[in-house]
């Protein structure tokens, strides 16, 4: 697999870890449990799985303003994506973690890259560099 250029959405260190890529968007509201990292909604795909310290590919986001404080108590409880790839900016998703950096917190680094690609990296361990890149690990 060769190295994949991603435009940066939010810097930060080289994150490492196992792909998760969500086959339908979420809602971090309701649809991740905030003390555990796993998938919450039921009726999502991945159901029961766990995002936390994996590269979590988000084909899209489900609704809520809530999204950033889900994701900012994920960053808190040691809990969040150790990186993520979102097809399109999420405003919303990533004032989670801008504010966590705020607070003085780790966050993980965020990038985009067509959805169309995401399916390339099930089931490998990833790293996005800090370049904005992603690659086998």
Do not use: N, Y
């Not at 979102?86 to 989670?96: Q, S």
């Amino acid at each position: 697999m060769s190295e994949v250029a991603c435009e940066i959405l939010l810097d930060g260190p080289a994150a490492s870890g196992p792909a998760l890529v969500l086959t339908a968007p979420i809602s971090f509201w309701g649809g991740v449990d905030p003390k555990t990292g796993r998938i919450a909604d039921v009726r999502h795909p991945q159901h029961g799985d766990c995002i936390a310290g994996r590269v979590l590919f988000l084909p899209g986001t489900i609704g809520s303003s809530s999204a950033s404080a889900v994701l900012l108590e994920l960053v808190h409880a040691g809990r969040a994506p150790a990186a993520i790839v979102l097809h399109e900016p999420d405003a919303i998703l990533l004032l989670g973690l801008i504010v966590a950096r705020e607070m003085g917190w780790e966050t993980p680094p965020a990038v985009r890259l067509d959805r169309t690609m995401h399916g390339q990296f099930a089931g490998r361990s990833v790293t996005v560099g800090a370049d904005g890149s992603i690659a086998e690990a």
